[in-house]
C-alpha cells in the first residue's frame, strides 16, 4: 500500500511538472508569436513611412471652419480638401429630420443650409466653442460632478437638440463626429492624390492602418487644461493618436521658420485674428550653428533652427465673431430707422441667422472693395437691400478694433519690444480676420516701421505647421531639427496640505511657471517647505479673474506616502520635479522630502539612533523606467510618481504606483534628519483622464451613427446606380420601340424574350423605387434589384462583346490576306522559289462580305454565324500556309502587334501557331 500510494504521489507530481511545462511552452509561443506580428506591424508601418503612404496629420479646429493637412514622405506637406474640393470645412454638424424614425446627419458644406435655414435647432454651428466655459448651446443642462471636496467641479456639457431625447450628446460625442469626419475625408483625399511609391501602384488605396493616426491639434492659448484634456479625448474617441497639442500662433511660427533663413536671432510678432479671439505672440527665432551652410550661402545665413515663444496675450472676445456682430445690430438700427422691422422681430432666431450669415459673406467683400450690396430676408419674406460702405462699417466697429489691438500693444509692453535690448524684425498676421483693412492699419500704428507682412498663407500657415510637428512627435517619420520651446500662458500654483483640511487656504502653495520643449523632456523643478502634516499635492491653474483663487481649476491631484515627520515639528523641504509634456499636461516625475539639519547638541543622538537609515539613504539609485516615457538621469532618487498618461486610482483606493526601491525595503516612519527621503505618490485625481466605461459607452454611440451613414450613403450609392442603369438600358435597348426601328446595335442584337425579361425587371425596380418609401428600401433590397437587372442584361451585352470581337477579327484577317499574298509574291521573286503561292482571292471575298454584312445588318442571329464563320476562315488561311516552303514560313512567325527592324506591323503567325476558339468568340491573338 505504501508503495502504491509513493506511486501515486510521484504520478500526481509528475503530472503537475508536466502541466506546467506544457503551460509555460504555450505561453512562450504565444509571447513569441505576438511579438511577431508586433514585430512585422512595425516594420510594415516602417515601409509605408518610407514608401510614402504613411501620413501625420494637423488638424486646426476653429471656431468657424476646420483645416486638415498630412506631412508625407514624397509628398511634402499639403492641405487635404473635402468633398467639394475646399481646403476649409466649416466646423458645424446637422441632424436633418428627414422622417419621425429617420434622421440624416450631415457635416460641413452639407449641414451649412439645414443649419442656417429650415432646421436651425437641429445643429451645432461652432463645436469648438462648446468647450468654453459657460458656453453651452440653449436647451443644455449642465452635470457636475463633485470628485473631492477641494476640487472644483468638473463641467460636462450634454447638448439635447430639438428637444428629442435620443439627440442628446456630450461636447466631446459632437466633437468626436466632427473629427471622424475629418479623419475619412483626409484618408479619401489622401487615396485620391495616389501619393506612393514608383515602385507600387498607384490605383490601389492603402488600407486605413498603414495610412496613420498621428495627429497635432492647434487650440486656443486661451482654453485652460480642463478644455484641451476634453479636446483630446473627442479626438481619441475619433480614433486619432493625438501626439501632442500646439498653440495657433506657434503653428503659424512653425511653418514660418521652414523655408526661412537668418544671419542672427530675430524677434517677430505674430498676430493670430480668428473668427472668435485675438492672439498675439512674441517669438524668437534662432539660426543653426553650421558654418559649412554658410560659406555655401556665401553669406551668414543659417536655416531656423530654435521656434521660442517669449510671451503670449489674448482677447477670447475679440474677432471676426464680434465684428459681425456689431454690424449685425448696426443693420438692425437702420432697419428700424426705415420702419421696415418690429421689435418683436429681433428676437426670430432664424432671421438672425440668416442675417449674420449675410453680414459675413459682406464682411469679407470690404477686406477688397469700398462698399457691398446686404439683402436681407425679413421674416414676413420680403427682400430688402442696402448699401454698406467701409467707411461706415469701420465706424460701427471701431471698438472692436480696439479690443483686437489691446493684446498687440500688452505683450509689446510686457517685454518692451522696440528698444535696442528687444528689436522687432517682422508683424506676421494669421487668422482669416486679418485680411481685414482697418485691422491692419490699427496694429501698424502701434509698430510704427514694420509693414503687415503677408509671407505665410494666413489661413493655412497654422494646419501646416502642426503637420510637420506631428510628423517631428511621430516615431515614423525623420524631419529636420526645430526645437521648440513654449510657454503655458496661465500662472500655475503647487500646493501642500493636510487630507483632514477642508477648503482653501492651503498650507503652503509656490507659484510656477511652466515651459515646454520639444527637443528635451523639459524639468520642472520645485522646492517648497512643508510640515509633517502636508501628505496632499495639488495643481491649480490660473483662470481669467484678478485673484487666483477666484477662477482657480484643479488640474491634478496627488497623495504623498511616508512623508511622516516624527513627533517633533522639524522644519523640512519638498523637491518636487514635474515634466510638461507635448499635451501640456502635468506629469510627476520625482517626489523627495529633505529634513534640514538639527541643532548641534541634538546631531550625535541622532546620527546614533538614525545610522542604519543614513547607511541604507547613501546606497546608490537605481535606474528605473515607466512606460511611454524617457527616462531621466536622477540622482540619490529611488521613487518616481505616476504619470498622468496611467489611469487615475479612485479616490480611497489602496492601489498606488509602485517606484523604485520603496517596493522592495520598508520605508522609515521617521525621516532621518539631514536625509533626503524618496516619496510615493498615487494619483487621485486628473482632468486628462476620463472614466473608461463611459468612454466605452460613447466609442459604441459613436461608432452605431458612423455604421448608419455609411449605410445611407451605400443605400443613396446604389439608388443612383439604378436610375443611371434605368436610363441607359431605355436608351440603348429602345424598351417598348417597334422592332423595325431600332438603330442601335445593344437593341438590333437583343433577342426578344431578353427584352421581356429586361422589361419585366426594369417594372419591378421603377415600382419598388418610386413607390414604395426610402425607409423601407435597406441596402441588400437595393443590391438585390441592382443584380437581378444586371443578370437580365448580361447576355445582351455579352453578345455585344463578341460581335465586337468577331468584326475585329475578320477585319485582321482580310488585312493579313493582302499582306500575305503581296509579301508572298516579293519573296518568291527575290529568292528564286519556283513553287506558285496559293490564291487567296475567294477567301479574300469571303472574309470581306461576312464583315460588311455583319457591319450593315448586325442581329443576334448573324453574331452567332459570323463568329463559326470567322473560325472556319482562320483555319483554312492556317492551312493554306502550310503549302509555302520552310523559308516562306519562317516570315511569318512573328507575333501580332511586335515591330520589326524596319519598322513595319509584324507579319501573320506562322502555320505551328494553333487557332483557338473560346466559347465567346475567337481570340486573334492566339491566331
Known sequence: MQLQSLGQQRGQRFSAIYHALVVRVVALCLLVAFASLATRARAATTQAALSGELAAFGIDLGSENVRFAASQAIAGIQVLTNEQSKRETPALIAFVPVSDARIERRFGEAGTSPAYGRWPEYAVRSVRRLFERGNCSAGTDRVVTLHDQRVQPQRTCHVQLGGRQDLAFTDTELASMLFRYVQRRAYAAIRATGVSSPEQSTTTPAPEDVLGTDAVLTVPIWFRQSQRAALVHAAQLANWNVRGLVSTPLAGAIRFALDREVEQPQTVLFVDIGAQGTTAALIRFTPAN???FRSQTGGGLAPIQEVEV???????????????????????????????????????????????????????????????????????????????????????????????????????????????????????????????????????????????????????????????????????????????????????????????????????????????NS?????????????????????????????????????????????????????????????????????????????????????????????????????????????????????????????????AAPRGSASTVPTGEAETEPSPSVVPRGQRHSLRATMLYSVWTFPETSAKASRIRLEAL?????????????????????????????????????????????????????????????????????????????????????NATKPVYARMERYQKTLEILQQLEQWIRQHQKDALQLRKGRGVQRKPPDMQELLARVTHLAEQLQAQPSAELVDAAEQQARLFSEHFATALLSLNQTQAETFTAPLGSQTETGQTAEPPSSATQTVAPEHGMDHTEL
Not at 577 to 593: G, H, M, N, Q, S
Not at 750 to 765: A, D, M, N, T
Open 290 to 292: 553650421d558654418s559649412a
Open 310 to 516: 517669449l510671451g503670449y496675450r489674448w482677447h477670447p472676445e475679440a474677432g471676426g465673431t464680434a465684428l459681425d456682430e456689431c454690424l449685425v445690430e448696426d443693420v438692425l438700427s437702420r432697419l428700424r430707422a426705415q420702419s421696415l422691422l418690429a421689435p418683436s422681430m429681433d428676437n426670430d432666431e432664424r432671421f438672425r441667422l440668416r442675417l449674420s450669415r449675410e453680414v459675413h459673406r459682406v464682411r469679407e467683400i470690404l477686406s477688397a472693395n469700398q462698399e457691398a450690396l446686404l439683402t436681407v430676408e425679413l421674416p414676413t419674406g420680403e427682400e430688402h437691400h442696402l448699401l454698406v460702405t467701409r467707411a461706415a462699417f469701420q465706424h460701427a466697429c471701431r471698438n472692436v478694433f480696439e479690443r483686437i489691438a489691446a493684446p498687440v500693444q500688452q505683450v509689446l509692453a510686457d517685454h518692451r519690444v522696440g528698444t535696442d535690448q528687444q528689436p522687432l524684425h517682422a508683424l506676421i498676421p494669421l487668422g482669416g480676420g486679418s485680411r481685414t483693412p482697418a485691422i491692419a492699419e490699427e496694429i501698424q500704428r502701434l509698430v510704427p516701421g514694420h509693414l503687415w507682412r503677408k509671407t505665410v498663407n494666413a489661413e493655412e500657415a497654422a494646419v501646416m505647421g502642426a503637420a510637420f510637428y506631428a510628423a517631428a512627435l511621430s516615431p515614423f517619420f525623420r524631419v529636420r531639427p526645430l526645437v521648440l520651446s513654449d510657454v503655458y500662458p496661465r500662472p500655475c500654483k503647487v500646493c501642500v496640505a493636510n487630507a483632514s483640511s477642508k477648503g482653501p487656504p492651503y498650507d503652503r502653495c509656490v507659484i510656477v511657471t511652466p515651459r515646454m
Open 519 to 647: 527637443n528635451t523632456n523639459h524639468i520642472l523643478q520645485v522646492r517648497m517647505p512643508v510640515t509633517r502634516f502636508d501628505t496632499e499635492l495639488y495643481w491649480f491653474e490660473a483662470g481669467n479673474a484678478a485673484n487666483f483663487w477666484d477662477d482657480a481649476a484643479l488640474v491634478s491631484h496627488w497623495n504623498l506616502e511616508n512623508m511622516s515627520l516624527g513627533q517633533d515639528n522639524y522644519p523640512a523641504e519638498l523637491e518636487l520635479a514635474f515634466e510638461i509634456d507635448p499635451l501640456t499636461a502635468p506629469v510627476l516625475k520625482r517626489a523627495e522630502l529633505y529634513v534640514l539639519q538639527m541643532p548641534h547638541a541634538h546631531a550625535s543622538a541622532s546620527n546614533t539612533m538614525h545610522r542604519k537609515d543614513e547607511e541604507a539613504s547613501t546606497a546608490p539609485p537605481q535606474q528605473l523606467s515607466n512606460a511611454g516615457t524617457e527616462q531621466q538621469p536622477q540622482q540619490r532618487v529611488r521613487g518616481r510618481g505616476s504619470g498622468t498618461g496611467a489611469a
Open 706 to 790: 458612423d455604421a448608419l451613414d455609411r449605410e445611407r450613403e451605400q443605400s443613396a450609392y446604389l439608388r443612383n446606380a439604378l436610375e443611371a442603369m434605368t436610363l441607359r438600358l431605355h436608351e440603348e435597348l429602345a424598351l417598348g420601340a417597334p422592332s423595325g426601328t431600332l438603330s442601335k446595335l445593344p437593341a438590333r442584337l437583343c433577342l426578344e424574350p431578353e427584352r421581356s425579361l429586361i422589361l419585366e425587371r426594369l417594372h419591378q425596380v421603377e415600382l419598388r423605387i418610386h413607390q414604395e418609401s426610402s425607409a423601407a428600401l435597406a441596402v441588400n433590397d437595393l443590391e438585390q434589384l441592382l443584380w437581378s437587372l444586371e
